[in-house]
């Protein structure tokens, strides 16, 4: 295509602004953060040629009676000429911190040209007056319209060096023409910069800056605790303490506050996020390991890469160095608290055991130094997992709620030490420390192992239940389940029925089948086919003295009907749901038993 | 129990596992939520429950789950479709889960998978969606299953058409395109395609963790192995605490042994050998296993025996930790071949004992 051929899109600048707006911002407000940061990038270019020079951005409200009020940022920065002016602000995507530079220098926190357009979220017309530090320059305005058209003209050389922006509150914008929004906004954004910023009204100056939280020293009490005030106002949240952050790599500097309460595994916690001393986001995530949960934090970091929208930090390396470091220093935090202030480390566990054991599953030092200070609840009771160890040398575990709940009454009543797992990481955790001591025995706890402790029947027992068993056995052998007779604590429990994982899956996948058509049933029929079909045991307690009646019963039909009945009853107890012909299994219990009962009211009556 | 206080019950787990990362603890409470639901014998609370198990077992690499407790949602829904009109969209969505997991499973049959399909395809249509993901999962299955032909022809099939509400995400349908690139062995194509995904700029669920571990292969082969390395990097810390990762893994130590990183390879097979274990997604066992048979190799050639930290579940578990490399290896040879050949028994061809492995292998 020859050249003559080439035409530009004619972009309708309304419509970009809104994108821009709705996408690329989080809202109107950013605008102030974007004309800060021109007027520092403008003082810093200054500075490159006349180092001495100080530098101030002030900021005017100007509230009319009648007419709509009016922003004035200033800068006494390096300014702009007319044909910068023409370069700069009217093409978009262009920025004066861009060109000639092959580099952007370290100073200069802008990197893309769209800063001065986001001023259209507040105002119809932008109008910039600035007069470049060249020599001899002269002052030059120039009005930029929302609908993309605009005009220069030259002032002469009346002026101050450096430039002045002026907006005015178009319809909607009003909020941010207020005096207190526009303060806050400052301060939101700006008040941690080393510039000096001034805002002013109605002839009053007040300055905007303060001290950033991260230069403070914490080691002082009396700073720890005002830091700690300053955290729970910022986040409005209470916290029980507050650890320093630092990290070479993002130069960083931050504060990290532990919550005061607990919070779920892998949530994510919003951070305060400052660039160079402006904020960026104040809901950054991923700027902390994942296991960081509980705590949010306020940093500052200097040697990051922001991302295009200026909001977050850009996916790299260095940032993956600085999440290290930074977790670094909460994890020697917790490691130096728990050699030194056991107490407190106990309980700063009872409220972020999770983070601990998250912590403590990806990095191997901390699981064995933590290790022995983690809550479990096992069958003897909650404990540590040193009480737990210094009595037991295999720790047993299961992996749910429900088979603990299974085997707890049994397991407590025989003395068997096992510990509940079922929640999240305590599994993978107790795994691993059986890896990295092999002095420790870690196993999962088998249920038909408890049958294993079970007090021997004597001879004489023995002879006197074989045949029920044989026969209760026979009875359940259509549910796949396998009868036991034997003696266990406690004695009230008549039976206690033992699955495992594989005998779960099947009978989800026969419930399933009962209610789905042909295809699907011999689907799961195929999916089932490589697991290999395990029987589920029902004991029955002999020191129990129903089942020692049952046992002895002569009528056949009545065990049979015994027999079902405490099956059902055992999966019921064990939350199992009931397949259908368990469940005619019981209605048809519930009816031979009335009609028992009938028969026996019957007897008695004649 | 109560119905009420199974109610309760079901509702706190629920809500407690809705908190949690995907994983295995995830999965046992919704399980447990499961059998709370029957016990109230509601079946909008079961069918619920399902719901939320058939989620969780996907994304914590246990799609065996998903097929019991969506086979009863969707008899459910067949019985009383007004009923369940509200979870409708989700149901559909979800059989796109079970189509595209039956490349996990060797045991079911090619018949009834082109049955579940007819059915997908017609419920597609009837809710008024295309025929589009039906099109694709179609050329995945072709692609798992060698046949090239076919999944080109079902790929083109689908390209063709618009994407609409049932169509999966950007991130997804970029990862997907690349897939058939490399399928076609097309690796420039295949790097391009994913570029948005590398840069940050498209991203889901389980995008980029997939994409990282697939383009290492293409990367190396092309010589860009500082972008691998990072990505290698960037993709464990996403992958490392779920199971549903266990084939990227694979993928990881591939790409480890060639760039001659055997250390960092021993660690991967230790640590997650236990997934590779408890698996019953056979394709993801299949590649860990290939992967762990190269490593395998590779350290036969320097000694007989090594020390390792292998999982108690390893039927050749050692309790001193020592182990004989060559009856290992004859271990995962073994399953190796064994899971290839069900798979090719089931496709009809020889793809899984030959193409595959040398395709995996570089």
Known sequence: ?606 | MSDGDAFERMNELVYEASNLPHGETQVRMLEEAVRFSDITQDIEYMFDARMQLINAATFAGHSEKMYPAFAWCLAQYEKDPERFYYSEDHLLWYFKWVLGNVTEVPQLSMDKIDAMFDQMSTMYRDCGYNQRPVLYLKACLAQASGFHDEEQKYFQKFSKLKRDDMADCSACEIDGMANHYLFHNEFEDAVKTVQPILDGRETCETVPARTYNRILQPLAVLGRYDEADEYLRKAYRLIRNNPQYLRAIGYQIFYLLHRNKTQMAVQRFEKHLGWALNSFEMDSVFTFYLAVRQLLQKLRKRKTHRELTLPKAFPLFSADGNYDLEQIDNWFDEKTRTIAGKFDQRNGNDYYTSDLMNSLCY
Not at chain 1, 348 to 370: I, N, P, R
Not at chain 1, 460 to 470: I, L, Y
Not at chain 1, 531 to 556: F, Q, W
Request: proline content about 3%.
């Open chain 1, 1 to 606: 295509m020859s050249q003559k051929n080439q035409h530009r899109f004619q972009v309708d600048l309304r419509g970009l602004i809104e994108l821009l707006s709705r996408h690329l911002y989080s809202g109107p407000s950013v605008f102030v953060r974007e004309m800060l940061q021109n007027g520092i990038d403008a003082i810093n270019a200054r500075r490159r040629t006349d180092p001495l020079h100080e530098g101030t951005l002030q900021v005017e409200l100007i509230q009319g009676k009648s007419n709509p009020a009016t922003l004035v940022f200033q800068d006494d920065g390096v300014g702009l000429n007319e044909s910068q002016i023409h370069e700069f602000l009217s093409t978009i995507g262009q920025s004066s911190k861009r060109a000639g530079m092959v580099e952007r220098p370290e100073d200069f926190i802008g990197q893309f040209g769209i800063g001065l357009l986001s001023c259209f979220m507040v105002t119809d017309e932008i109008v910039v007056i600035s007069r470049s530090a060249e020599e001899g320059a002269s002052a030059v305005e120039w009005r930029g319209q929302s609908d993309g058209t605009y005009s220069v003209r030259m002032l002469g050389d009346d002026f101050a060096v450096g430039t002045q922006v002026f907006l005015r509150a178009k319809e909607g914008a009003e909020e941010f023409y207020e005096p207190e929004r526009i303060v806050e906004l400052l301060k939101e954004f700006g008040e941690y910069l080393e510039l000096n910023i001034n805002f002013v009204m109605g002839g009053r100056t007040s300055q905007i800056n303060a001290l950033p939280p991260w230069s403070q020293n914490i080691e002082q009490a009396a700073e720890k605790e005002s830091l700690l005030e300053y955290g729970s106002s910022i986040f409005e949240r209470r916290f029980l303490d507050v650890i320093p952050l630092n990290s070479v790599a993002g130069n960083v500097d931050g504060l990290a506050y532990v919550l005061s309460d607990s919070v779920h595994a892998g949530s994510k916690q919003n951070h305060r996020v400052y660039l160079k001393n402006m904020l960026l986001s104040a809901e950054a995530h991923d700027l902390l390991p994942d296991w960081a949960f509980f705590v949010q934090s306020i940093v500052n970091a200097s040697a990051l890469k922001p991302t295009a929208s200026r909001e977050s930090f850009y996916e790299d390396e260095t940032l993956e160095q600085t999440r290290e470091e930074l977790g670094n220093c909460l994890r020697n935090y917790l490691v130096e608290m728990s050699k030194t202030d056991v107490r407190r480390f106990q309980q700063f566990l009872a409220v972020h055991q999770l983070a601990v054991k998250a912590l403590a599953l990806e990095d191997d030092e901390c699981l064995l130094l933590f290790a022995d200070w983690l809550p479990f609840e096992t069958t003897l009771g909650r404990m540590t997992l040193g009480e737990f160890r210094e009595e037991h040398s295999t720790i047993r575990y299961v992996v749910s709620d429900d088979q603990f709940r299974q085997i707890s009454q049994v397991a407590a009543a025989e003395s068997i030490p096992v510990v509940n797992a079922g929640y999240v990481y305590d599994a993978e955790l107790l795994e691993r420390i059986g890896q990295l001591q092999p002095e420790t025995e870690v196993e999962p706890f088998d249920a038909s192992e408890l049958a294993d402790r079970f007090e021997e029947l004597t001879l004489e027992e023995r002879e006197e239940t074989v045949e029920f068993e044989r026969f209760a056995d026979a009875v359940l052998q259509q549910f796949k389940c396998v009868v036991d007779v034997g003696k266990f604590h406690p004695a009230e429990m008549p039976s206690l029925y033992v699955t495992n994982a594989n005998a779960n899956f099947l009978r989800s996948i026969e419930q399933s089948q009962e209610v789905t058509d042909d295809l699907w049933s011999d689907v799961l029929g195929q999916m089932a086919e490589d697991v290999t079909a395990t029987y589920s045991r029902l004991h029955l307690n002999y020191l129990n003295p129903l089942i020692k009646k049952i046992s002895r019963l002569d009528d056949r039909e009545a065990v049979r009907r015994c027999v079902e009945t405490l099956y059902v009853q055992a999966l019921l107890l064990g939350h199992i749901p009931l397949k259908q012909n368990e469940l005619k299994l019981l209605s048809g219990g519930l009816i031979g038993l009335i009609d028992w009962a009938l028969n026996c009211a019957e007897g008695e009556g004649r």
